[in-house]
Structure formats: structure tokens, C-alpha cells
T-cell receptor, first 113, second 117 residues
């Protein structure tokens, strides 16, 4: 069964800290990995990673994929209170079609002022 | 674009009652998904449609759950009869189809929070 495990489950940091969120997966015929940010409502898309070793970056957020070791990390530098959210990792198994995302349960990040 | 629109935002009902959740996808998106989110199990895919046709309903928990998409701009998820363990946030999402990289990026609605007493 395809599986995505995120760690830590929750995290509290101070504004300005740097955080690293982890996502490991077991999936047959991996296609891609996606990161979403979920505040109070809908998850919103952050990154999609398909190739190993290539960093995706958007402002203070960056992410990288290691297809050999089957994990990805999401880094947030100089954290702000607006970064407080649940961060979701999802993988797309190729053999189930490109549409089926398998999500982890998320990492809840709280950034205190 | 108004995004994916879901209703109701909150629903409180009693066990045994019928619940109908509604979704309007983004215009032009060919795929529509229903997800359920709980603390214990996270986001789980229930069913998805392509061009109004159900493609995979293997995530639908049991016969009490049904979903329809009568046209490109409307879908419903129905639970009859509802049970307390159905309490969760139900998300609808849509996507335009396969991207260049071969995977879909979903746009989620704000969710419908269901509480079954």
C-alpha cells in the first residue's frame, strides 16, 4: 500500500527561526511529490518535485527531493507568524494514474512572535 | 475566477439523517475530486471524476456514500444514512488535467465541515 509519513507531527518555533519538515514515502512507481500549505481552510499548492536533487525555491521556502532515499524536505528560513499552518506532503503513484494523490497526515507548524 | 466553491461550509446533523454536500469546480477544469480529512487519517481521496464520469470510487468507504456529477459545473456527495464516524471535513478539488510534468496540481475548495451527532 502506498504510504506517506511526515515528521515531526507538530513543531513550535520562534519568529526568525529556520525549520525543516520531512516527508518520506513508500510508493510503487513514483511519479512526483507535492507540498501543500493548509491554513484554516483549503490546502494551497506550494511545490511539485519530480527530479532528484533539484531544489525548488519560492521566497523563504525551498524543497528538495531524494528519490534514492525516498524522502523530501521542506525548508522555511526566517519564519514569520504567517507561516503557521499545516504542511502536507503528497505523492503521485504512476500506476494509479496521474490524478490520485496520496497525502501524509501533515506537520503542524506554529510560529510564535 | 471564484475558485472551487463548496456548500454548506458547516453542517450539523443527527445520526441517520441524509447529508448532501455540493461543489462547483473551476470552469474549464476537467477533473473533480472529493477528499475527506480527519485528524487520524489525514486527507483521503474518496472519488474522482473526469469530464463528469466517475473514474475511481475505490476510496468511498461504503454504500452509504454516493457521488454524482450531472454536469461540468456541479457535483454532489451524499451520505445516507449518516453516522457519527462520518464527521470530518470534506473537500472538493478540481484540476485542469495532466500538466507538462505529468501530474495534476489540485485547487481545493474551502471544505464542508460535517458533524454527525
Amino acid at each position: 500500500e502506498d504510504k506517506v509519513v511526515q515528521s515531526p507531527l507538530s513543531l513550535v518555533v520562534h519568529e526568525g527561526d529556520t525549520v525543516t519538515l520531512n516527508c518520506s514515502y513508500e510508493v510503487t512507481n513514483f511519479r512526483s511529490l507535492l507540498w501543500y500549505k493548509q491554513e484554516k481552510k483549503a490546502p494551497t499548492f506550494l511545490f511539485m518535485l519530480t527530479s532528484s536533487g533539484i531544489e525548488k525555491k519560492s521566497g523563504r521556502l525551498s524543497s528538495i527531493l531524494d528519490k534514492k532515499e525516498l524522502f523530501s524536505i521542506l525548508n522555511i528560513t526566517a519564519t514569520q507568524t504567517g507561516d503557521s499552518a499545516v504542511y502536507l506532503c503528497a505523492v503521485v503513484p504512476m500506476n494509479t494514474g496521474f490524478q490520485k494523490l496520496v497525502f501524509g497526515t501533515g506537520t503542524r507548524l506554529l510560529v510564535s512572535p | 475566477d471564484a475558485g472551487v466553491i463548496q456548500s454548506p461550509r458547516h453542517e450539523v446533523t443527527e445520526m441517520g439523517q441524509e447529508v448532501t454536500l455540493r461543489c462547483k469546480p473551476i470552469s474549464g477544469h476537467d477533473y473533480l475530486f472529493w477528499y475527506r480529512q480527519t485528524m487520524m487519517r489525514g486527507l483521503e481521496l474518496l472519488i474522482y471524476f473526469n469530464n463528469n464520469v466517475p473514474i475511481d470510487d475505490s476510496g468511498m468507504p461504503e454504500d452509504r456514500f454516493s457521488a454524482k456529477m450531472p454536469n461540468a459545473s456541479f457535483s454532489t456527495l451524499k451520505i445516507q444514512p449518516s453516522e457519527p464516524r462520518d464527521s470530518a471535513v470534506y473537500f472538493c478539488a478540481s484540476s485542469p488535467g495532466q500538466s507538462i510534468s505529468g501530474a495534476n496540481v489540485l485547487t481545493f475548495g474551502a471544505g464542508s465541515r460535517l458533524t454527525v451527532l
